[in-house]
């Protein structure tokens, strides 16, 4: 691990749980990081949240998504972001810094098989 | 084009229901679970590994299926394979005529008789069905061009009864617009739920695009609630329906007036176009559950159409 990665980790790994996958979402999540999701989902809560609240694998702990989704809707900004597609994580990013990635736009690079937003495909 | 495809084009009430998870026996096995409900079913769900214990797996299960003159639906959950099988699956299935399927998160391996399985969750249910239409439009997730493309119609499932309830049916909605063009819906004791669920659809506009079918299920005990409350993730049993059965001289008998219920709340409710049958045994319920609810054999309702008309 990188210094620039080291200190990303410093800071979001104790406020968020980051877990380092190097493309960062919080901001559409709720800032609620989507890695501590048992199942690791990226577009929102499985169909087996418990009827308290719990999640389906760690009963004790509060869904990720749920909380994802109340926060999200007190967020001033990005409500809109928490029912975006998010594409499949790039598995090839783990450990790396997600600042670093945003900045060179490798974050957003995406299988020239996955749709874009509007539904259609993105030609590369 | 799938004939279920075909029926929900058109706008035919359909009926689909879960295949019984198969392990060995072959083609006789299929035929003899198969036989009590065929005559009234338009698909049948080849599942995937229900509640994360092996079984034969849902192309093996769909083939024998379209074999035995019924139209399967291949259910794929994201937490036994990875990006490549799934998709080596769905092409796969499509090289066979097996063009319906459904697209799962699935329950996690700890709800399964083997937790120290590792989990996989390569993608979640979103991203599959999102794969699975870059498939039928001849692509793989790579980019690399499948020629001529599979043709597929691709479901999903949603669940009404789990929090955040206000959530649901947008997330159903992302799956939709992922490319999901039906969606069973995960069976619910709660008809408020369903309610719920079907107000915000008409809402979102997820009624126009998909076919909604909510899931029965039929048991026969009190004993069977309870279980189903207690270890089925994402399923609530309230304590009065679980009481009700209890109390009840015949408790088969009440389950089944319970399964009547919500099928005939279900079939009320505007936006449902079919309905998706769970039973765990071997037995004449589902065809019961379709004759107590005016529902026509599959071949009669394929002859002169069919509109429910809801009588319980």
Known sequence: MGALERIEHAVKGPVWGCQMCGQCVLHSTGLTCPMNCPKTLRNGPCGGVRADGGCEVKPEMRCVWLKGYERSRRLPLWQDHFNDLRPPVDNQLEGSSSWKN??????????????DEAG???DA | MSTLEQKLARGDFVVTAEMPAIDSGGYPEIHRQLAPMKAYLDAVNATDNTAAHAHASPLAVAIALRDSGMEPIMQLVCRDRNRLALQSDIVGAAMHGIENLSCLT???VTAGDEPEAR????????????V???????RYLSGRVLDPAPRLFIGAVENPGAPPFEYRADRALKKAVAGASFLQLQICFKPEYLERFMRAAHGNGLVGRTALLP?????RSALALRFVDEKVPGIEVPAETIARVEAAADQQHECFEVACELAAHAMSQPGVRGLHLISFRQDAGIAKLCTRLGIPPRAEREAHGHSPAVAV
Do not use: M
């Not at chain 2, 699975?132 to 001849?138: C, F, I």
């Not at chain 2, 899931?215 to 048991?219: G, K, M, P, Q, T």
């Open chain 1, 102 to 115: 945003l900045v060179t736009g490798r974050d957003r690079q995406t299988p020239r098989g996955w749709a």
């Open chain 1, 120 to 122: 259609g495909h993105v």
């Open chain 2, 106 to 108: 699935g329950d996690d």
């Open chain 2, 119 to 130: 989990r996989v969750f390569d993608l979640d249910s979103p991203q599959l069905i999102a």
């Open chain 2, 132 to 138: 699975a239409r870059s498939l039928a439009e001849g």
């Open chain 2, 215 to 219: 899931s029965i299920l039929i048991v």
